[in-house]
């Protein structure tokens, strides 16, 4: 049963804004990853905390930027909003790097740019 | 560039009949595909997976193949129910076991008609 858990739920913003998502990881999952998925595409990877450090990045800009905390729940921020960063936000949580078959999605976090 | 395909967006069949939902990638580092079922506000559950090294892996209606050869693999439900309804994405990662990321196709719908 998944335990990961985002918040808010829904967000509307305006372009040049910044934004802070919230993921709560299943309890004593050290592993966060968060998504970006477009409407009609598939989620894509931005990155990845083990342990309260980065560990992997995709393809977005620096004004993409996280946290993991000791508790293991975590932050994405996204400074200078633009149209384009109208997305479902995904943050997936697992046990540990070497466990990655467990990687559990919370629901999201809607965000609209205008 | 798009490393995992999924070409079909909408898939529609009859209740009791087989699903088969196609996947096509590019990059031949992945060494291990994941299949993911999404419904309307909810995130992405893990379904079934597949390791590079085996071509079939079964897991009660759900059956994922890997051609390796083709850079394709396809996930079987059979038998359909209406339950099954849902958004379908295929994911695949090189290293995965030592954290390494999903790279998501676009999704297939998935339609059972009762």
């Known amino acids: 049963e998944t335990g990961v858990t985002q918040s808010p739920t829904h967000l509307i913003k305006t372009r040049g804004q910044q934004v802070t998502l919230r993921c709560s990881s299943q309890?004593?999952?050290?592993?966060v990853s968060w998504y970006q998925q477009a409407l009609g595409q598939g989620p894509q990877f931005i990155f990845q905390?083990?342990?309260?450090?980065?560990?992997g990045r995709g393809n977005f800009p620096p004004r993409f930027s996280g946290l993991q905390f000791p508790n293991y729940s975590s932050e994405l921020n996204v400074n200078a909003l633009e149209l384009d960063d109208s997305a479902l936000y995904l943050c997936?949580?697992?046990?540990?790097?070497?466990?990655?078959?467990?990687?559990?999605f919370g629901p999201g976090t809607r965000l609209l740019v205008l | 560039d798009q490393q995992v395909k999924q070409n079909s967006p909408s898939l529609s069949v009859q209740e009791g009949r087989i699903s088969i939902l196609n996947c096509d990638y590019t990059?031949?580092?992945?060494?291990?595909f994941l299949w993911y079922k999404k419904y309307p506000a909810e995130g992405p559950t893990f379904l079934i997976s597949?390791?590079?090294?085996?071509d079939k892996n079964e897991d009660g209606r759900f059956t994922v193949f890997l051609n390796k050869s083709a850079k394709h693999l396809s996930l079987h439900i059979v038998p359909s129910q209406p339950g099954d309804s849902a958004v379908y994405f295929c994911?695949?990662?090189?290293?995965?076991?030592?954290?390494?990321?999903?790279?998501f196709g676009q999704g297939t719908e998935l339609s059972v008609k009762p």
């Open positions: 597949i390791s590079s090294i085996k």
């Open positions: 997936a949580s697992s046990l540990d790097l070497a466990r990655m078959e467990t990687q559990y």
């Open positions: 990059n031949s580092m992945f060494d291990y």
């Open positions: 905390y083990y342990r309260e450090e980065e560990n």
């Open positions: 994911a695949a990662s090189a290293n995965y076991n030592q954290g390494g990321k999903l790279i």
């Open positions: 309890s004593g999952h050290n592993t």
